[in-house]
């Protein structure tokens, strides 16, 4: 059974964050992801397993290789996890506004 | 006139900084944190009390869609009328520690404003899972619609 994973704490890691960075631009093999890395090949493919396990990136079979590519919408989740907090505060001040538009104070 | 709010978080750091200008002259947009029917408006709260001085405190109290009560409380440390508040923020009954807001208002012009909200978080994951707050809810309400829709079909 595949352990269900938290994306945040995915990302947290810095050399995950970095293969995210390096397959932003295009699809690569593990092995060739791993030549960017001076860490252990058995390191890099254990981030590659959690990425792909919390969806953050797909494997694509080509010939013998497999590829390993951005899932861009799971990807845009995770940028956009600031902006409902944004959003929140946006409505708030936007009705402060409102409201003190048309204060009067009281006599 | 940027009108929206910005939020600026920045990676492996446990505060953060909103800021937001507004169309009024500070005094009012001062009065608005300091009055306590106008808070319950725009915060959308309960203000069960809210002494706007230095060593004053505040309690609020919302209820959420499902009828939940939640408590929110903190004490002001530093209070100068239409320049700053500094505070705490406690969220009663969460696992969240206190964090510290330093919110200071600024004259742009006669009628126009800037609130700069400087929060402290007590350290950069809860920083990160309070920021993941409004996230999460929404996700989870998302969830709950979809239940809500898959159940009505199935009956």
């Known amino acids: ?107 | 006139m940027e009108r929206k709010s910005k939020i600026t978080a920045e990676n492996g750091k446990q505060e953060i900084t909103i800021t937001r200008a507004f169309d009024l002259p500070v005094e009012l947009l001062f009065k608005a944190y300091i009055d306590a029917e106008i808070v319950e408006q725009w915060m959308g709260t309960k203000v069960l009390k809210l002494e706007s001085k230095r060593h004053g405190c505040y309690q609020f109290e919302t209820t959420d869609p499902m009828g939940n009560k939640h408590g929110f409380n903190g004490t002001i440390h530093e209070f100068e009328p239409n320049q700053k508040i500094t505070r705490t923020f406690e969220m009663e009954g969460s696992n969240f520690p206190v964090q510290l807001e330093f919110l200071s208002f600024e004259k742009q012009s006669e009628s126009t404003s800037k609130l700069t909200m400087h929060v402290i978080y007590k350290s950069v994951e809860v920083r990160d899972n309070v920021l993941k707050l409004p996230f999460a809810q929404g996700i989870n309400m998302a969830h709950n619609r979809l239940e809500e829709i898959l159940f009505k079909q199935i009956k």
Not at chain 1, 27 to 40: C, D, K, L, V
Not at chain 1, 63 to 80: I, P, Q, S, T
């Open chain 1, 1 to 107: 059974m595949k352990l269900r994973r938290d994306v945040f704490q995915a990302i947290a890691d810095p050399s995950r964050r970095a293969i995210l960075l390096l397959l932003a631009t295009q699809s690569m093999t593990a092995g060739a992801i791993a030549s960017n890395f001076n860490t252990a090949r058995p390191t890099v493919s254990k981030h590659l397993q959690i990425l792909t396990e919390c969806d953050l990136l797909k494997q694509e079979q080509k010939g013998r290789a497999v590829h390993y590519h951005l899932n861009a919408e799971k990807m845009k989740v995770v940028a956009d996890f600031l902006e409902p907090f944004r959003k929140m505060w946006d409505d708030r001040f936007d009705k402060l506004e409102d409201i003190m538009k048309s204060y009067e104070p009281k006599k």
